[in-house]
């Protein structure tokens, strides 16, 4: 059973700070890994996607990846209100469809 | 660019009546997904087209569920009948096959089951 795992939160985190939300998957063949970011009401918005072990970086988002550890996480820095949302982790093999977490609540306080 | 676009954006129905969610690929996709979510138990996959054929239908809950890809730019999900259980919201995604392609969302289908 191929699984992805996430704290359902939620994360508060005050205005300016990071906030880190994190990633644990199953399935050791996976070789994408994308985050979902889900306003209340509306569909899930990509908004980073790695393949490779490290860091990427993409204005105030970076995703990590530790293949090893399977184990995947985003850092949102400088929190907005705006980035208040459920935030969606999903894998898959490459060509196979994307498996979803339940997704974290992040709730950014001003 | 169009997106993916889902009608109807609402849908609520009787239980035991048909229900017909319809899907709108974006143009030059081939893979297409059909996605339900309920805050139970997340986004789960009902089936997913490559090409107009469907290739995994492993997520569909029961036979009351059936879809259809008559062709790359139009897709529908049937639930016939319909119980309150099926109560969620039905996404339609769609993705350029082939590796690290990621999927992009239509705007969903609420579906109330009374």
């Known amino acids: 059973q191929k699984e992805v795992e996430q704290n359902s939160g939620p994360l508060s985190v005050p205005e300016g700070a990071i906030a880190s939300l994190n990633c644990t998957y199953s399935?050791?063949?996976?070789?994408?890994f994308f985050w979902y970011r889900q306003y209340s009401g509306k569909s899930p918005e990509l908004i980073m996607s790695i393949y490779s072990n490290g860091d990427k970086e993409d204005g105030r988002f970076t995703a990590q990846l530790n293949k090893a550890s399977q184990y995947v996480s985003l850092l949102i820095r400088d929190s907005q209100p705006s980035d208040s949302a459920t935030y969606l982790c999903a894998v898959n093999r490459g060509n196979t469809p994307l498996v979803f977490g339940k997704g974290t609540r992040l709730s950014v306080i001003a | 660019d169009a997106g993916v676009i889902q009608s109807p954006r609402h849908e609520v129905t009787e239980m035991g009546q048909e229900v017909t969610l319809r899907c709108k690929p974006i143009?030059?996709?081939?893979?297409l997904f059909w996605y339900r979510q309920t805050m139970m138990r997340g986004l789960e996959l009902l089936i997913y087209f490559n090409n107009n054929v469907p290739i995994d239908d492993s997520g569909m809950p029961e036979d009351r569920f059936s879809a259809k890809m008559p062709n790359a730019s139009f897709s529908t999900l049937k639930i016939q009948p319909s119980e309150p259980r099926d109560s969620a919201v039905y996404f339609c995604a769609s993705s350029y096959q082939g590796f690290h392609t990621e999927a992009f969302f239509g705007q969903g289908t609420r579906l109330t089951v009374v």
């Open positions: 143009s030059g996709h081939n893979s």
């Open positions: 399935d050791r063949g996976s070789q994408s």
